[in-house]
């Protein structure tokens, strides 16, 4: 089946719409219309064995929800994720699903909350060892486990202690390890280091791409932090309300972005070394994803928005190198 | 003279295990109008510092000694009623999550009038028109209307003005702003940031920016210290502690910060973590994990001391030797 020519990872039109809807009896008294909240609408993307796409975005885009549901947390609305040539979604409802879950792995972003208090380090590591039945030998599992905390720079002792004893850079590395523990091709990563201080973020991104290097790892990495990301991918995605806005690699979204949301970002990124020079900062805030605008969900807050961007939605487009959804861009405006 | 003197602070935690110093002789001070950074990791003591300032320590933790003087005279001691005028008339808060800084049951506009009747000789009518100019000032569209508004009505980055609205309503000479925008997105961020430098400069209110945000600190302010472990590592002017850092903690800070003008293979890495209140090393507290280190390191530790234009606690610069 794998092949060595075809993205590893391959989304096309996926969609996720969650019901918020009041409940039934209030709907009925109060005469209240369903609501639809189109967390994702529409996101396609490739990602090459042993690569990283990056997903940024603020708040309330829909990066996590793309997350969840390329691990199979979510049942996607509409379209689908093709993992190694094969329908992923309808893979994960059957008994061979178990084999595709082993090779797609998750980290969260909340290292004091994806671990179990109550277990020691080496039961929490040990156990998709012992769910997907790879070890079945103590002996054994006590070794891999080792192993797997040296792998994430931690001490093979460590398994016998409670993640409480540990910082959260650490158990950051934990949750690492615990990915790890399948042997995974593809490990989606949910704002990793959002949690950690800067000096132990750097010590974690570091392992990250160690283990990329060491393991030919795939990563899906969400995060917020432009700077995070200009280090860590190849391939960057925007997201807004829902929808890819640019994605191109990371070169050439960092030096020429297109999209005037994507420039928008990159303005609003503190600069380090420039002391004391203003920002411009953005007027307007992200609209709320119930009641979106009409046509493209950016043109209230664009500066190069005509009557044609809040009236017709624009697709993503092919330029060179990059994928946009902008009208000025398509017409050349900017 | 200084609106704001920190002289040798120390804040204690008494436990039953001993005494644990949370914050160990940190001083420094804040010109009337200047905007301080002050910049650390998770428990470096930033906000602890905030809190002693504004007289917020939360029981057991007490001023062990040390002083605290704002325009020449001590808060530190204040009887807790006397202290109370002085928080919100004289010194305003800013703190990171904006909705727990709201009353969710009172709208702004009942918030901002208590506050500004509680400090100014002003009518309820006058506080009402103030409340609003307030609100506009702040960049609050609408603000006739949305003053009667509840903090549930209002998005992130507009509760932090409503918030910073608050904080402004008594005329303030000095405001600490703690986290101020370490909840709102990077857009929203940029907005807040510029409004509240704008706005002081304005009224030349003194601001204390506690941040963790490196980002932040250079684009906002006039002087930075970086705090580890409880102490002031370096204080100086922030672009050179940024370009030119003397002690090697904020060199090692600032180059595992990811930089967005830059590849690198790997980001540097200061390796351990910040020490337990209950085990700070002898010495420098930094000790352990610095690259430069001495045996007198880990015996005694340094002061601050001149280091270019900077002043640095490490014993690199202590001798006004070689750095």
Known sequence: ?334 | MSLLQVKNLVVEFPSRKGTLRALDDVSFDIAPGEILGVVGESGAGKSLTGAAIIGLLEPPGRVGSGEILLEGQRIDNLPYAQMRAIRGRKIGAIFQDPLTSLNPLYSVGRQLIETITTHLPLNASQARARAIELLKDTGIPAAEQRIDHYPHQFSGGMRQRVVIALALAAEPKLIVADEPTTALDVSIQAQIITLLKTICKERGAAVMLITHDMGVIAETCDRVAVMYAGRVAEIGPVHDVINRPSHPYTAGLMACIPDMSQDRENLHQIDGAMPRLNAIPRGCAFNPRCTKTMDKCGQQRPNLVKAGNTQAACWLHETGGAA
């Open chain 1, 1 to 334: 089946m794998s092949n060595a020519t075809q993205p590893l990872v391959r989304a096309t039109d996926l969609a996720k719409t969650f019901d918020v809807s009041a409940p039934w009896l209030n709907r009925v008294i109060e005469r209240k219309p369903k609501m639809l909240l189109k967390a994702v609408n529409g996101v396609s993307f490739d990602i090459e064995r042993g690569k990283t796409l990056a997903l940024v975005g603020e708040s309330g885009c829909g990066k996590s929800t793309v997350a969840r549901l390329l691990v199979g947390l979510y049942e996607p609305t509409r379209g689908g994720f093709q993992f190694d040539g094969q329908d992923a979604h309808a893979a994960f409802k059957t008994a061979e699903g178990r084999k595709l879950r082993r090779r797609v792995q998750m980290v969260f972003q909340d290292p004091y909350a994806s671990l179990n208090p109550r277990w020691t380090v080496g039961d929490i590591i040990a156990e998709p060892l012992r769910e997907h039945e790879i070890l079945s030998d103590t002996g054994a599992i006590d070794q891999r486990v080792g192993e797997l905390l040296q792998s994430v720079g931690l001490s093979a002792q460590d398994r016998l202690k409670f993640p409480h004893q540990f910082s959260g850079g650490q158990r950051q590395r934990i949750s690492i390890a615990r990915a790890l523990a399948t042997q995974p091709e593809f490990l989606v990563c949910d704002e990793p280091t959002s949690a950690l201080d800067v000096s132990v973020q750097a010590q974690v991104l570091n392992i990250m791409k160690d283990l990329q290097r060491k393991h030919g790892l795939t990563y899906l990495f969400i995060s917020h932090n432009l700077a995070v990301v200009r280090h860590v991918s190849d391939q960057v995605g925007v997201m807004y309300l829902g929808g890819l806005v640019e994605l191109a690699d990371k070169h050439t979204l960092f030096d020429t972005p297109r999209h005037p949301y994507t420039r928008m970002l990159l303005e609003a990124i503190p600069k380090m070394h420039d002391t004391g020079k203003a920002r411009t900062a953005v007027a307007g805030e992200v609209p709320n994803p119930l009641n979106p605008p009409t046509g493209c969900a950016f043109h209230p807050r664009c500066p190069h928005a005509n009557a044609r961007c809040s009236s017709e939605k624009p697709e993503m487009k092919n330029y060179t190198g990059v994928r946009v959804a902008c009208h000025a861009v398509e017409e050349g405006r900017i």
